[in-house]
């Protein structure tokens, strides 16, 4: 298997940018990644993304968080990355109507408390974990919550980085 950040360094400039867009959509951060080419290994890449990540700023949170679906909602392939978001809640059952209705009015107390959209990196998890870190993340303070998010979304956009597509 090719190593994604030789695959990444291969890319024109336009491609390269374009698929890290499709992972965080921050245009500075992907700017800032492409500007730090060659990275020759995965371990540079990571690097780069999590420190160009550092600095996102609060108008640039939000217009990445626009791009994700609420947990157990389905994708809107005009607004979300639908392919990436669909797969990556896979382990969301979107059948259990009591799991439905707790990650409704989670999602609800969430952006009443926070005025955003829960975001999670759900890959690997299941509704009742996902649920579980809903609920606890509702106990933080506004700044825990901005970390923590930030650092959620940097984990969706490794993995999305890692993807073949």
Request: hydrophobic share 40%; net charge negative.
């Amino acid at each position: 298997m090719t190593d994604p950040a030789r695959a990444f360094d291969e890319l024109a400039d336009e491609e390269a940018r374009a698929r890290l867009l499709t992972c965080l959509d921050v245009p500075r951060w992907a700017e800032q990644v492409v500007a730090g080419r060659p990275y020759a290994d995965w371990s540079r890449l990571e690097a780069a993304m999590r420190s160009a990540a550092l600095t996102i700023t609060d108008e640039e949170l939000a217009g990445a968080l626009a791009r994700h679906p609420r947990i157990g909602e389905r994708a809107d392939a005009v607004r979300h990355e639908a392919a990436h978001s669909e797969r990556e809640q896979a382990g969301v059952d979107r059948a259990d109507e009591d799991l439905a209705a707790a990650l409704l009015e989670g999602n609800r107390a969430y952006e009443e408390r926070f005025g955003q959209v829960f975001i999670i990196r759900a890959a690997g998890r299941d509704g009742p974990e996902i649920l579980d870190q809903l609920r606890r993340r509702l106990g933080h303070t506004g700044e825990q919550e901005r970390t923590e998010t930030v650092e959620q979304l940097l984990q969706i956009a490794l993995l999305r980085a890692k993807s073949p597509n």
